[in-house]
């Protein structure tokens, strides 16, 4: 399966998910590297087999295998950093925001891509995720690259459409198989 076999397995009830993701992706204005680095750190993210299985051959095909591998290490990274920080962020006993973290993430010092690459990826995956301190704190660091609100906004439309997706064929092969 290919992206186009992906939207056809999209059911007719969901056909805006469909035409999103045939959008999202395929007229996307973001550089290549950047596009099938987002749709590979969020098919990741998306926890859905389905979608990571169809996805992954294309995205292996328009990366770099320094990319790719980046682009596994942001959803890596990413799933640890998102579930500490929503939760530090989360707590009401805000001391624990005084704490040290204690958790390697060398990755997003050295990532092994264009840097902005790396945070538009970790952004996305964190998008999916819900940790409004990692969107924050990856937005700042791409704004002040001087990234566009628009190219951030196209990263977070991909991880709304990849997880959609992921959502609703997962939950499709769960019915069918009743």
Known sequence: MSLDCLKSAVPDYAKDLRLN????????????QQLWGTV??????SRSPLVLRELEPEAKANLSPEAYSAAKSAAAVMAMNNVFYRTRHLLSDHEYGTLRA??????????????????????????????????????QVLRKAGV???????????????????????????LAAE
């Open 40 to 45: 590979l750190a969020t098919a990741i993210a």
């Open 102 to 139: 204690g958790l390697r993430m060398n990755v997003i010092g050295n990532p092994g891509v264009d840097k902005v690459d790396f945070e538009l990826w970790s952004f996305a995956v964190s998008a999916i995720n819900g940790c409004g301190m990692c969107l924050d704190s990856h937005e």
């Open 148 to 174: 566009d609100r628009e190219t951030i906004q196209e990263a977070f439309k991909i991880a709304a459409v990849v997880e959609a997706v992921g959502v609703t064929l997962d939950a499709e092969a769960v």
């Open 21 to 32: 993701l045939g959008s999202v992706i395929g007229n996307s204005d973001l550089p290549a």
